[in-house]
């Protein structure tokens, strides 16, 4: 008996271990993808929880919602882009001033 581990991988052909490989990242993608959907539960959670104290708190609750509704094939038209890109932009400036 030996003390020291085996790489199956190197023993696999090259198929074999792209095809490993693609389920490992797969398997990782799902893993990242179900935490930022918790954390996004916990986000939305704590958002709702209050309503904002003040002008500043609620740009930001509706910069996340304009930010989730950009990532959608309904706001890919490029005159919503550019209207939510001008929202984002007057909410930066009002919060400067």
Known sequence: MTDETIDLDEHRGMAAQKATDLRRLLAEVE???????????????HLVA??????????????????????????????????IAAVLADFERLGRE
């Open 31 to 45: 893993a990242n993808e179900k935490a930022l959907r918790l954390r996004q539960d916990e986000l939305e959670s």
């Open 50 to 83: 209050a309503p904002a104290a003040n002008w500043h708190e609620a740009a930001e609750k509706a910069r996340y919602l304009l930010n989730l509704f950009g990532a959608t094939l309904a706001a890919q038209d490029p005159r919503r882009q550019t209207l």
